[in-house]
């Protein structure tokens, strides 16, 4: 028997697909403003392993000498990517969402669960549950990453206003680094998120969509006491 179980509320949907086109302008602008000062690459001396965006790349997608429309747009997606995340953190607080999202004690050990599972490690299904422990985790950990963006921001944006807070994230050249680190957080986190909501199925993104998802239920059995009987009554004896 199939059944509709409600699972997101709309306050979070909403949140949820405001958040993630602003987002991704927000990295865009991002790269139109790098681009001015691309210095990041993985290596060590002389000897490059990976440069982030090459000059092709910025020829290809055209995202070379636009620093001023890069810095427009992000300063303006910045006010409304704040905003969005200090509702959605207000709504969870207030609505008792949080309690879902956030980690507890057995949140870690469930998602070492979900990992073997995904490998094919684990064969017995998941327990049913609204989070598993690596979603808990990774929600959470992207709340707390969009708070680092915008105080690393802040730091790099107006570093003689917000001196302060320049200084305690150990100055500007660290403050930026730490801002573009968390920027291929997010990356890494957008194609593990879409690959997993693949995996999961239409059922699971129609409850961002919708609000809710068709779960299977087990056919109610009847119990013994309404089976019908059959009594058989036995000769009497007689003396």
């Known amino acids: 028997m199939k059944k509709l179980v409600e699972k997101h509320p709309l306050a979070i949907r909403w949140f949820h697909w405001i958040n993630f086109p602003v987002l991704a302008l927000m ?5 139109l403003i790098y681009w ?5 690459r993985l290596g060590w001396g002389n000897v490059t392993l990976l440069k982030f965006f090459p ?3 910025y020829q290809a997608f ?16 910045m006010w409304v990517f704040a905003l969005n ?5 207000s709504y969870t607080l207030v609505s008792g969402e949080w309690r879902a999202l956030v980690p507890n004690r057995r949140s870690f050990a469930s998602a070492w669960q979900t990992v073997l599972h995904d490998l094919g490690i684990r064969k017995e299904p998941l327990p049913p549950q609204k989070f598993n422990g690596a979603q808990q985790i990774a929600y959470t950990s992207v709340v707390l990453m969009g708070a680092g963006s915008l105080l690393t921001g802040l730091a790099i944006y107006k570093p003689v206003q917000f001196a302060w807070l320049t200084s305690l994230l150990g100055g500007y050249e ?8 968390l920027t291929v957080g997010y990356v890494l986190f957008f194609v593990v998120h879409i ?11 129609r409850a961002m969509v919708a609000g809710f998802e068709i779960v299977d239920e087990p056919a109610v059995q009847p119990s013994s006491a309404s089976l019908p009987t059959v009594a058989s009554a036995a000769p009497s004896s007689q003396a």
């Open 36 to 40: 001015a000062n691309d210095v990041y």
């Open 85 to 89: 995340g200090l509702l959605y953190v």
């Open 174 to 181: 660290w403050a930026r680094i730490e801002h573009f680190t």
């Open 62 to 77: 055209h995202v070379d000498h636009k620093l001023a429309q890069g810095m427009a747009w992000h300063f303006v997606l």
């Open 195 to 205: 690959a997993q909501v693949v995996r999961a199925g239409w059922n699971n993104f």
């Open 55 to 57: 000059k092709s790349f």
């Open 27 to 31: 990295i865009w602008s991002g790269i």
